[in-house]
């Protein structure tokens, strides 16, 4: 299209004077350089990650930025998601030293946030010898330590009756016979008021956790009733998030990573909470430290803005484009003039975007 002007240009004035449409053909080749366009997508990307990364929010790239503003359903994990890693041990099994040290064996190797609090409780009883691990994502863990078969993990998949309380609970066997079960009571994250209080803002919101539904009534006052789904497998997690996508929902997937590895994968924008943002997190989009949380709905506010402002920019920029060529076909405006006008046009939309991005930040209460 640039072509066409330029050369219609100069077929125009060539009749009449050569140095007139010699001039308008340079000119509108100079002030109409797509710089100015093609610098305000990254320019606004690069700035809206660097916001993002001051709050604790790191994306895989900017393309997530763009899919952060489509998203209108919101799943999330339970466990190391919503709740926090400082889970309370209310009860532990009685134990030799010996069965400490496996036990501790066996849930060293593994990154679910019981595991780790297993660990902790167990206050590092130094490892054994292993081999045949395996870690059954949203079941549990099957290995051999020290020559002994332990199974560690939800009641169903040891095949012992679950506990009567509302409290989470990890079961323990060793040679096929039941030890006993660690039994924990999950504290709330900070800022789930803040994340939950988006399903008042067109957003739907689900809660899909593998565990028993013992925490159900307190979850009621967070999500509606219809929204919240336990004993779900890895593989229903998937499910679930594939069935809404081909509803038109555009899903994000918010959990603790490995266990919600499938689920992550399949959404369209997976997000991976962490305590320790340098822990690997198979499948995601974005890693959000914990603490916070609570900016979420800030942080989708931001997406929005960012996606406005590139707009904006497109618009400015379009609106220079068509005032630079219409003095420029007219052969008036001079290429030397043109050729200050591009750097000039260049130099405005970048400060624009960079500033009107930080003006949405603070506005956000990013900055």
Same mark, same amino acid.
């Given at each position: ?188 994250? @900070? $800022? !789930? &008021?803040?994340?939950? *209080? #988006? /399903? ?11 565990? +028993? ?42 959990? @603790? $990573? !490995? &266990?919600?590895?499938? *689920? #992550? /994968? ?11 943002? +340098? ?89």
């Amino acid at each position: 299209v640039l072509l066409i002007i330029a050369f219609g240009s100069l077929l125009f004035w060539l009749p009449v004077d050569w140095q007139r449409g010699l001039s308008a053909f340079t000119a509108v080749l100079i002030v109409a350089c797509p710089c100015a366009l093609a610098l305000s997508t990254p320019f606004t990307m690069s700035a809206a990650l660097g916001v993002f990364d001051r709050n604790r929010f790191y994306l895989k790239n900017t393309a997530v930025v763009e899919q952060l503003a489509r998203i209108n359903t919101i799943v999330l994990d339970k466990t190391g998601t919503i709740t926090t890693g400082d889970i309370d041990v209310t009860a532990a099994p009685v134990l030799s030293k010996m069965q400490q040290r496996m036990v501790y064996t066996a849930c060293i190797n593994s990154s679910h946030p019981i595991s780790r609090r297993i660990c902790k409780h167990l206050g590092g009883s130094g490892k054994l010898p292993f081999d045949n691990y395996e870690e059954i994502p949203g079941k549990g863990i099957s290995v051999k330590v020290n020559a002994h078969q332990m199974l560690i993990g939800s009641a169903g998949f040891l095949g012992v009756a679950a506990t009567g309380d509302n409290t989470t609970s990890v079961h323990v066997i060793i040679d096929g016979a039941y030890i006993g079960a660690y039994r924990f009571q999950n504290a709330y994250r @900070d $800022g !789930l &008021n803040e994340v939950t *209080a #988006l /399903k008042d803002k067109k957003y739907q919101l689900f809660l899909l956790s593998g565990d +028993n539904d013992k925490e159900r009534d307190s979850l009621k006052q967070y999500f509606n009733s219809n929204a919240i789904h336990f004993n779900q497998s890895p593989q229903q997690k998937l499910d679930f998030i594939r069935i809404h996508q081909l509803t038109g929902k555009k899903v994000m997937m918010i959990g @603790d $990573g !490995l &266990n919600d590895a499938g *689920a #992550l /994968k399949q959404s369209d924008l997976g997000v991976a909470v962490t305590d320790n943002v +340098n822990n690997f997190s198979p499948g995601s989009d974005a890693i959000l430290d914990g603490r916070s949380l609570s900016k979420l709905p800030a942080f989708l506010d931001f997406s929005k803005d960012t996606v406005k402002v590139i707009y904006m920019s497109f618009l400015l920029s379009l609106t220079y484009n068509i005032i630079g060529l219409t003095f420029a076909v007219t052969g008036k405006l001079s290429p030397l003039t043109a050729a200050i006008l591009m750097p000039l046009s260049t130099a405005t939309i970048i400060s624009f975007t960079s500033i009107a991005t930080h003006v949405a930040a603070r506005r956000r209460k990013l900055s």
